[in-house]
């Protein structure tokens, strides 16, 4: 069982920056990958990005490419997800999920995070 409580999120303007930290708890976290992803109102949830257990593996949304950085500390038991030059596109709820998988993946997740709001002021 993993429990995440993500953080970070607030009210920026277009081009600022935010971190995002989701930090876990649970025995097995540091053999997950993890995922963020995200939810504007209307629209379906998407993937941003993912880790890979040891951080040697991310994955990256096309619309976030460049902009947007995944880590993890698992010392910490806490991954970022950094997040610059934001756009009004990017407002939505993000969330952080683990996955049972040790390998990168962007479909399978078992354990969700409450979410934290970006909102992208333009």
């Known amino acids: 069982q993993v429990q995440l409580v993500e953080s970070g999120g607030g009210l920026v303007q277009a081009g600022g920056s935010l971190t995002l930290a989701c930090a876990a708890s649970?025995?097995?976290?540091?053999?997950?990958?993890i995922g963020w992803f995200r939810q504007a109102p209307g629209k379906e949830r998407e993937i941003v990005a993912a880790?890979?257990?040891?951080?040697?593996?991310?994955y990256y949304a096309d619309s976030v490419k460049g902009r947007f950085t995944i880590s993890r500390d698992n010392a910490k038991n806490t991954v970022y997800l950094q997040m610059k030059n934001l756009k009004p596109e990017d407002t939505a709820r993000y969330y952080c999920?683990?996955?049972?998988?040790?390998?990168?993946?962007?479909?399978?997740?078992?354990?969700w995070g409450q979410g934290t709001q970006v909102t992208v002021s333009s």
């Open positions: 999920a683990a996955s049972a998988s040790r390998i990168l993946t962007t479909t399978t997740y078992n354990y």
């Open positions: 649970g025995r097995t976290f540091n053999s997950n990958c």
């Open positions: 880790i890979n257990w040891s951080g040697a593996y991310t």
